[in-house]
């Protein structure tokens, strides 16, 4: 065992992550270490790559990037007696101390106390990471490495479709991003009648329509498509919208598109407050409106690998790129620029 990693550390207050050494952690007594083999490049590590307000105000300089993941355990903590060495995971990456109220009765992915690899604790672009056994997450044998990989997004995909029960109904996707087209494909395969999409990226709108959506709509050609999408549900409006943009416009064009008494189930995140018609949009409405955090734990993560198991999931088009950790400028440089859609670091 070297005693040194390879990592992607945020070395200063700035734009940019910079490929060092450190040495290789050690596991406390209720904690394994994962030899990592393949990462994704999230949204969040964008945000920590930009170093834009968020970043500046929440990321510790210092920290070891990187949050999903899948490796082999390679140490096992002096009490921890579930787990092998050797075995192929992933991992949850969202810990908490187990004693606030929603730990304690079945919410832990609201935690308050919410610590989250690669942002408050060293993350996974890099050789080793440390993570506590409770966060495993056993990746079950027909799962390839680079799909294990981005289970992080995937379950914030699938907590968002199942939260809203999407089976045998019309569903809006507002937003085709990453988790966006996940979502697109995670709906069809949950029972969703008919998808509609929209979005103000062509490409990605034709992706949605390849994954299953039967209507991929341009948001940047005004509001027609909502009339489209009520006359295609009886002029009432969809059952259910997934909100995956956080683009300030889409709410409201959204919430035009749900029919009374539907549900919408919000995972996007708007950069700042945006203005939004309560009245009309909810109140009169009578619907439903979720607020969509992480992934259960870990009834997503069951759910998750029953959908990949079924063989209905389609990922390949979404996985698009993978670049070995010495080419992390590249990998990032890709998914920036929208060429790339999910990029994959391998590590091991
Ligand atoms: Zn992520």
């Excluded at 994954?211 to 909502?226: F, K, M, P, S, V």
Aim: proline share 5%; aromatic share 6%.
């Amino acid at each position: 065992m070297p005693e040194t990693m390879r990592c992607l550390v945020k070395h200063h207050a700035g734009p940019g992550l910079e490929l060092t050494e450190r040495p290789v952690p050690e596991p406390g007594p209720l904690e394994v270490r994962i030899r990592v083999t393949k990462a994704g490049i999230c949204g969040t590590d964008r945000h920590i790559w930009e170093w834009d307000d968020w970043a500046a105000s929440r990321i510790p300089v210092g920290i070891v990037t990187g949050h999903e993941f899948v490796g082999v355990i390679d140490k096992l903590g002096s009490a921890v007696t579930n787990y092998k060495v050797g075995q192929r995971v992933s991992a949850e990456g969202h810990t908490t101390a187990g004693v606030d109220y929603n730990s304690r009765t079945g919410n832990a992915h609201i935690a308050t106390d919410t610590k989250i690899f690669g942002i408050d604790r060293d993350g996974c672009f890099a050789q080793h990471i440390v993570v506590p056994a409770e966060n495993v997450w056993p990746v079950h044998e027909s799962i390839p490495d680079r799909v294990a990989a981005v289970f992080d997004p995937l379950g914030n995909a699938v907590h968002t479709v199942m939260a809203a029960d999407v089976s045998a109904k019309t569903v809006l996707v507002s937003g085709t991003g990453i988790i966006g087209l996940m979502a697109v494909t995670v709906a069809k395969a949950a029972g969703a009648s008919r998808i509609f999409a929209t979005d103000i990226n062509p490409p990605r709108l034709a992706l949605a329509k390849k994954l299953g959506a039967i209507e991929a709509y341009d948001a940047r050609e005004g509001d027609g498509w909502i009339e489209d999408v009520r006359r295609q549900t009886r002029g009432e409006g969809v059952d259910v919208v997934l909100e995956m943009s956080g683009a300030a416009g889409a709410f409201d064009q959204s919430f035009r598109a749900l029919r009374n008494g539907g549900t919408a189930a919000l995972l996007g995140l708007p950069a700042k407050p945006v203005t939004f018609d309560f009245t009309e949009h909810i109140i009169f409405k009578g619907c439903t409106v979720l607020g969509i955090n992480g992934r259960r734990m870990f009834e997503t993560w069951y759910q998750m690998e029953e959908l990949l198991l079924s063989g209905r999931l389609e990922l390949d088009e979404i996985i698009t790129h993978e670049f070995p950790l010495s080419e992390y400028r590249a990998g990032f440089e890709t998914m920036i620029s929208g060429e790339g859609i999910k990029v994959v670091l391998g590590i091991g």
